[in-house]
């Protein structure tokens, strides 16, 4: 798997959770940029909206001292209705080992389940490898499987998008 990290592959994993409908899903990837330049790419929420696909609206709603309220909107194809909710994130942040974590986990909106994370860890030669995971249960009447591909779909989009974010910030 490093080979495949290190020739710019985007690794997927993803799996049924026991007990539920949902599935866990995981995508890593080397990012050509610095850890720190990762992570504040991560943590500007308010702008995701510029540069993720089909979101509408992402902004910070409430700040507290260990965490922060984040809404934000999605834009669903016709014939689904848009998409939102709330999340409480917080922060994880090694400095020695330069890992940053910022994790999540449902408040409300029209999902039953929304968990997870990302995680940016130094790689080789100055890069960084990117892990997105995320447990995502939208309130939809739809076979399982589709929105199962749906997110199996979106896991490493997530990661082409962090790419070409650095890309245009860097120009």
Request: hydrophobic share 35%; net charge positive.
């Amino acid at each position: 798997q490093v080979t495949k990290l290190d020739s710019d592959e985007i690794l997927v994993k993803f799996r049924r959770l026991k007990d539920s409908r949902a599935g866990l899903g995981k995508s890593a990837g080397v990012i050509h940029a610095s850890p720190e330049e990762v992570w504040k790419i991560i943590v500007d929420v308010e702008r995701y909206h510029e540069y993720m696909p089909r979101l509408v609206k992402s902004v910070i709603t409430k700040k507290n001292a260990d965490h922060y309220l984040f809404y934000y909107k999605i834009d669903m194809p016709w014939p689904l209705s848009d998409h939102w909710c709330v999340t409480k994130n917080w922060h994880e942040v090694d400095e020695k080992r330069k890992t940053y974590k910022r994790a999540w986990n449902l408040v409300s909106g029209t999902f039953s389940r929304n968990d997870g994370y990302w995680l940016i860890q130094p790689w080789k030669g100055g890069t960084s490898l990117a892990v997105y995971s995320a447990i995502i249960q939208p309130k939809v009447i739809a076979p399982q499987g589709i929105i199962n591909y749906v997110t199996k779909k979106a896991l490493p989009k997530a990661i082409e998008n962090l790419r070409k974010r650095v890309k245009q910030l860097r120009r």
